[in-house]
């Protein structure tokens, strides 16, 4: 199975910063990520698609890139409506479809 | 407006069995797969597998660890997914979340989950 590791597990950040987190992938998965929004109490929140693609309603503050093994969640000027727990998800060629353990923003 | 609302959640005995139902609205059910997510205590979420739809024979996936134990159905009549769970372990504990996402697709869409507790 692919592991998805994020980095760091928990990010101190202030209102109007940036924050930039990290997936790795342990082979290859093309663009094939999603990155999701999870705030406790709620559903978790699609953001971002084929690693770069923001989902439908997704402020342009939120961005992400990367291929192959690398990826990267960018939020600028943070609001106080993102501090929240951030997952990456693979969804490259056949499941499992397996995601990170999470980078919660504080 | 797309829905998805989960049920079924509730205190069960280590062993036991339980079933979870996902019921979709707001789009067209029978078309779409249906995929599980589960988050325990103090872990984050894990892919739990999927169904896909008809027409593609219902074809379901899972992940190792509930392998064997769990299985998803699905009765588009109803619009609704079931996700059965057998020999349930306090580490299965947690909220469970049905999604639609097929093969090679991100999770879009997510109902507001169901609470699971399994203890003695």
């Known amino acids: 199975d692919i592991v998805m590791t994020q980095s760091p597990a928990t990010q101190s950040v202030s209102p109007g910063e940036r924050a930039t987190l990290s997936c790795r992938a342990s082979?290859?998965?093309?663009?094939?990520i999603a990155w999701y929004q999870h705030k406790p109490g709620q559903a978790p929140r699609l953001l971002i698609y084929?690693?770069?693609a923001r989902a439908t309603g997704v402020p342009a503050r939120f961005s992400g890139s990367g291929s192959e093994t690398e990826f990267t969640l960018t939020i600028s000027n943070l609001q106080s409506e993102d501090f929240a727990v951030y997952y990456c998800?693979?969804?490259?060629?056949?499941?499992?479809?397996?995601f990170g353990q999470g980078t919660k923003l504080e | 407006e797309v829905q998805l609302v989960e049920s079924g959640g509730a205190l069960v005995q280590p062993g036991r069995s339980l079933r979870l139902s996902c019921t979709g609205a707001?789009?067209?059910?029978?078309?779409?797969?249906v995929t599980w997510v589960r988050q325990t205590p103090g872990k984050g979420l894990e892919w739990i597998g999927f169904?896909?739809?008809?027409?593609?024979?219902?074809?379901?996936n899972y992940a190792a660890s509930v392998q064997g134990r769990f299985t998803i159905s699905r009765d588009d009549s109803q619009s609704t997914a079931y996700l059965e769970m057998s020999g349930l372990q306090v580490e299965d504990a947690g909220v469970y979340y049905c999604?639609?996402?097929?093969?090679?697709?991100?999770?879009?869409?997510w109902g507001q989950g169901t609470h699971v507790a399994v203890s003695s």
């Open positions: 999604s639609r996402a097929d093969y090679g697709q991100p999770l879009d869409e």
């Open positions: 707001g789009f067209t059910f029978g078309d779409s797969a």
């Open positions: 169904i896909r739809s008809r027409s593609f024979g219902e074809t379901t």
């Open positions: 082979e290859s998965i093309n663009t094939n």
């Open positions: 084929d690693s770069s």
């Open positions: 998800q693979h969804y490259n060629a056949w499941p499992p479809y397996t």
